[in-house]
C-alpha cells in the first residue's frame, strides 16, 4: 500500500510532532511504500488505517 507523505506529515503534526514531521518531508518520498516502510511507521506509531491510500494503476 502506498501512503501520500503529506497524510504522515498532517498526523504527526496534529499530534504536536513537528520535529518528526519536518524530518519525513526531507526524506521520505512523496509516495510512501507502508509495507517497505513498516519499521519506521511503527516508530511513528502511525495507524495505517487512518491513511488513505494512493490508487495503484491496474496491472494489465
Given at each position: 500500500m502506498l501512503i501520500h507523505k503529506d497524510d504522515i506529515t498532517a498526523a504527526?503534526?496534529?499530534?504536536?510532532?513537528d520535529d518528526?514531521?519536518?524530518w519525513v518531508q526531507r526524506t521520505?518520498?512523496?509516495?510512501v511504500?507502508?509495507?517497505?516502510?513498516?519499521g519506521l511507521l511503527k516508530l511513528l506509531d502511525l495507524d495505517?488505517?487512518?491513511?488513505?491510500?494512493?490508487?495503484?494503476?491496474a496491472k494489465s
Open positions: 504527526l503534526r496534529a499530534r504536536g510532532q518528526r514531521a519536518d521520505l518520498p512523496d509516495q511504500d507502508a509495507a517497505r516502510n513498516d495505517l488505517t487512518t491513511m488513505r491510500p494512493i490508487e495503484e494503476p
